[in-house]
């Protein structure tokens, strides 16, 4: 399931950081221990303490972190985390795979079963 050891020990990390331990809250973490850059901006995304997305959205559906920049790899997993997360985001198959390499794919597909 986990893609390797850091992933699943980030993951830990996060699960014990909150009170939450629904399928959806879990799909949310499971993408972001899985990506490095999101996983570092995890406090910006997540507030642990009132267990809810730091997030706004744009017009698009864009999630916007404020002054944080998101590659266009890290805004489809995101957004495809969000949508599994709350059914938040505009999120369609084309758009979150067309710009993922090869091991946000399998994150992508493995959050996704």
């Not at 850091?6 to 990390?13: M, P």
């Not at 799909?27 to 997030?55: C, D, P, R, T």
């Not at 090869?102 to 493995?110: D, G, K, R």
């Amino acid at each position: 399931m986990f893609i390797n050891e850091e992933h699943e020990k980030r993951y830990k990390r996060l699960k014990s950081k909150s009170r939450c331990n629904h399928s959806e809250f879990n799909s949310l973490m499971y993408i972001i221990a899985g990506n490095e850059q999101l996983y570092n901006k995890v406090n910006s995304i997540y507030n642990f303490k009132e267990n809810k997305l730091n997030l706004s959205f744009n017009d698009e559906g864009e999630p916007y972190l404020g002054d944080l920049w998101l590659s266009s790899s890290e805004s489809a997993l995101l957004r495809l985390g969000i949508q599994m997360y709350n059914n938040g985001t505009k999120q369609n198959v084309f758009d979150t795979f067309c710009s993922l390499d090869e091991y946000n794919c399998v994150l992508a597909i493995n959050c996704i079963k």
